[in-house]
Nanobody
């Protein structure tokens, strides 16, 4: 059983930056994938980014490429999502999720989820 806790959300003006963190209750293993998803009100949950726990491979949805960066710290069992040049369309609850390799964009492939952290980008 793995518990995930997200933090770092908040209110920011368009063009600003936020960094989200996801901390696990136990260490991730090399065979793990960690992803970030987001869900806006009355919309489906959307894949944002993922990283293999080894850190060798990252994935991003096209809409955040060049703006968001996913990284991990093995010692701290933490995954970060640095978000720059934020847009109002980025407003959503952001969830951290963990699953097996290979990482996918399908939320059904991630059995472990955090409670989410709210990101609000104003214009």
């Amino acid at each position: 059983q793995v518990q995930l806790v997200e933090s770092g959300g908040g209110l920011v003006q368009a063009g600003g930056s936020l960094t989200l963190s996801c901390t696990a209750s136990r260490r991730f293993f090399s065979g793990s994938a960690v992803g970030w998803f987001r869900q806006a009100p009355e919309k489906e949950r959307e894949f944002v980014a993922a990283v293999t726990w080894s850190g060798s491979t990252t994935y991003y949805v096209d809409s955040v490429k060049g703006r968001f960066t996913i990284s991990r710290d093995n010692a701290k069992s933490t995954v970060l999502l640095q978000m720059n040049s934020l847009k109002p369309d980025d407003t959503a609850v952001y969830f951290c999720a963990a699953g097996a390799l290979p990482p996918t964009m399908n939320s059904n492939d991630y059995p472990y989820w955090g409670q989410g952290t709210q990101v609000t980008v104003s214009s």
